[in-house]
């Protein structure tokens, strides 16, 4: 048997430059992603998987009035359809969709479990049923009135809409979100009431300043209310350049209690902040003291949102309170404006307001324009069957007659009475029934009232200005059904002035009690209360293998300043350490510390002084305690350091202070006039101990007459005299006898 040779047949191979089919996949899928997934359309505000779901529901004969079917039957036409994508993420847009607290005018309505607003996931798609919504019906209104183009789908087997009619300005009203390839948009939802009074205006003055149209929408309308506090001016900045951002607050309230007490309800969050996930945090700041008036959060939501908060006390004015959740949580957030869409030859670009209104107008129009032609086309065709109808009547027997006795009687009838070919083939399809007297009254009436239909049809479609007035009686009719005098349609979201300034801090509040503050050599630091000897410091109960390190006393309405082996300097308030009941907390979780970083020292943050810094390269310099605060956990950089260079000295300069003691890690000391060492707010500092191979291990400002601390023992002036040098010069070993700790305090 002969054996067969499979020969395979290849297409000519052609080299290509790497960078070059790179460049044109890279395009390929960036322009997919821009135009096909996460940019909205200006003129019906939806992106292709949104107006996909749209019309399938449609197809499916969804309308409000209409049963629920399962929400997987509609995916799965989605997906078989228009959208080969995961279930999932079809789902998943069609519940956003249906969630009132998600979209401003919910397009779809939806029967079952879809999620709550404090982030609890949706039920499966099994057991979740939905219909279109009256805003979707508006949107969708006319479609097949060829007032859209369409398109084959993805595998041909049918059309889709590229854009849909859009009798709703759905962009503006609902929102959109989505980052693409290079390019990003977020559009915070608006109030209809207000965009069909900007509509309106437009359409009468074209080229509106954007200072009036802000005049008539004042800003965002969020599903889920709140109080928008950002200026007038940045407002309409941000919808002149259609970038910016929009700062919203928490709507709360106070709720008055016996003897001076009182809680907060918080009423109406921040759209898209999760209540679940703003519990948490507000839990999370009450044990981490960073609000110690603030002592309860309780969750007493049911349909509403209820979330109480306990202060420790009467005497914290709720405003102050208040101030400082909305710097620590989510009850403040800044939602951000980028007008970014897809114009209507599939451009993304960035509009402004007018832009945006002018847009949807204009695609409005062109609708208007599409269904009145077809309209006109229709009732041209319906004008010629009932002017065919009419001739049948008046010739009625002769007609009959030639339908008996003809074989092919269309051709004759044609003939006979002059008729078209689509007025004999309509009275061949006449039902007999329709031969009564009284239907010719009735078609002589219907041929009257669409000869006037025709004549105003063919006057709109010559007179831009008609066009107009039927678009603007189209955006009173929306304003009617969806503005403001409706339940729906009310304005959510309060606009008020950004806040003043609070006078007092919240430290003015805190009880004043002596503390002690206490960090462990592995970094655990605590506040006990009271003022402990060291004897009772050490006796706290510390982890395996860790002891206490520095132990200064303070008071509860103090800040501790802390000197890392970094150069920098950090602030902490002894309101917000933790009780020293259990271990405390790593340092490093409070302040930006790295893990190769450590404490050099704490001390209690007076004002006024002055203190001396050095690493262990022998370079430092004095700097006043006011220009070392930090406000920020990332710590305040004072003294620079080279590459592995670590601050290790740091003393308060004393009232009086004239010289500088400096040790090195050989134990050689040298002292020298403080005059000579520099005051500065930051940088490297000046050489304060020159020595080979040697490290600076301590410094210390003193006053020499009194005599050098060092460890337990303070040395005599008159024994410093052969160690007095310069600055910059080596020093001398101590005499035997003197300590031998080669830092001056332990």
């Known amino acids: 048997m002969a054996k067969r040779n499979n020969v395979v047949q290849l297409a000519e191979v052609k080299p290509v430059q790497f960078g070059d089919a790179l460049r044109e996949r890279y395009l390929s899928y960036a322009l997919s992603t821009i135009m096909s997934r996460s940019l909205p359309d200006v003129r019906d505000g939806l992106k292709p998987v949104h107006r996909r779901l749209m019309y399938a529901m449609r197809q499916l004969r969804l309308d409000p009035n209409s049963a629920f079917k399962k929400s997987a039957r509609v995916v799965g036409d989605v997906i078989g ?71 084959p789908n993805y595998d041909g087997s049918t059309e889709e809409p590229i854009v849909l ?63 928008l506090v950002e200026p007038r001016e940045s407002i309409v900045e941000a919808y002149r350049t259609g970038r910016g951002a929009f700062r919203l607050r928490a709507r709360w309230e106070v709720e008055q209690l016996p003897r001076g007490q009182y809680r907060i309800v918080v009423t109406e969050i921040p759209y898209q902040v999760q209540k679940g996930k703003l519990i948490e945090r507000i839990a999370e700041i009450i044990n981490a003291k960073k609000l110690p008036i603030l002592e309860d959060v309780r969750d007493e939501s049911a349909d509403d949102v209820r979330i109480v908060l306990e202060p420790k006390t009467g005497n914290v004015p709720a405003e102050l309170l ?75 027997d002769k007609l009959i007659k030639i339908i008996r006795e003809e074989d092919e009687p269309k051709p004759k009838m044609i003939k ?4 078209t070919d689509l007025q004999a083939e309509a009275i061949l399809n006449m039902r007999l029934r329709a031969l009564r007297r009284l239907e010719e009254f009735e078609i002589r009436g219907e041929h009257k009232k669409l000869s006037a239909e025709r004549k105003d049809l063919k006057a709109l479609l010559k007179d831009e200005g008609l066009q107009w007035e039927a678009i603007a009686n189209e955006v009173r009719e929306t304003k009617k059904k969806f503005g403001g005098k409706t339940e729906l349609g009310r304005r959510r979201t309060e606009l008020a002035d950004a806040p003043a ?30 003022h402990l000897d060291d004897k009772a410091a050490g006796e706290l109960k510390y982890k395996e293998g860790d002891t206490a390190r520095f132990a200064i006393h303070a008071q509860s309405t103090d800040k501790i300043l802390l000197f890392g082996t970094n150069g920098r300097f950090y602030t ?26 450590d404490i050099v020292q704490l001390e209690v943050l007076k004002g006024g002084r002055k203190f001396l810094v050095a690493s262990d390269a022998g370079r430092g310099f004095v700097v006043p305690e006011d220009e070392v605060v930090a406000q920020t956990k990332n710590g305040k950089g004072v003294l620079t350091l080279a590459d592995k260079e670590r601050a290790q000295a740091f003393s308060v300069v004393p009232e009086g202070a004239n010289s500088i003691a400096v040790l090195s890690e050989g134990r050689k000391l040298l002292i020298f006039p403080l005059d000579q060492v520099p005051e500065m707010g930051r940088g ?8 080979k191979g ?15 601390p060092w460890g337990n023992r303070t040395i005599p002036a008159a024994e410093l005299k052969f160690w007095r040098g310069e600055r910059a010069q080596a020093g001398r070993m101590p005499e035997k006898g003197w300590p031998r700790a080669k830092r001056f305090k332990d």
């Open 684 to 691: 490297r500092g000046v050489l304060l101990q020159k020595s």
């Open 416 to 419: 006979a009475f002059g008729l």
């Open 501 to 530: 300034e609070i006078e007092h801090a919240i430290e003015d509040f805190v009880e004043r009690e002596p503390v002690t503050v206490i960090l462990s050599e592995k970094g655990w630091i605590r506040a006990a209360k009271g």
């Open 572 to 597: 902490v308030g002894c309101d917000r350490l933790p009780s020293a009941r259990g271990h405390g907390e790593p340092i490093r979780l409070m302040i930006e510390l790295g893990n190769d970083q």
């Open 81 to 151: 359809q228009y959208h080969p994508h995961g279930d999932q993420s079809i789902y998943d847009a069609l519940v956003r969709l249906a969630q009132e607290f998600a979209a401003r005018y919910p397009l779809i309505e939806g029967q079952g479990n879809f999620g709550n607003i404090d982030g609890d996931n949706p039920a499966a798609m099994r057991y979740t049923e939905a219909r279109l919504t009256e805003v979707a019906e508006a949107l969708l209104g006319g479609i097949d009135e060829n007032a859209v183009d369409f398109r």
């Open 694 to 708: 040697d490290q600076l291990s301590d410094a210390q400002a003193f006053v020499l007459s009194e005599g050098l």
């Open 165 to 227: 009619p859009g009798g709703f300005p759905n962009l503006l009203a609902n929102g959109a979100a989505g980052i693409a390839v290079g390019m990003a948009t977020s559009i915070p939802p608006h109030n209809v009431g207000e965009l069909c009074d900007a509509l309106l205006h437009l359409i009468k003055t074209p080229n509106s300043r954007i200072e009036t149209l802000v005049d008539l929408v004042k800003g965002p309308d969020f599903p889920t209310g709140g109080i």
């Open 322 to 396: 208040m101030e400082q959740l909305f710097k620590l949580s989510d009850l403040e957030t800044r939602f951000p404006l980028n007008l970014n869409v897809l114009d209507k030859d599939n451009t993304p670009r960035v509009m402004d307001l007018r832009e945006a209104l002018q847009a949807f107008l204009d695609h409005r129009r062109e609708v208007l324009v599409r269904r009145s032609t077809f309209r006109l086309a229709a009732i041209e065709r319906r004008l010629e069957i009932l002017d065919g109808y009419l001739i049948a009547y008046l010739n009625l």
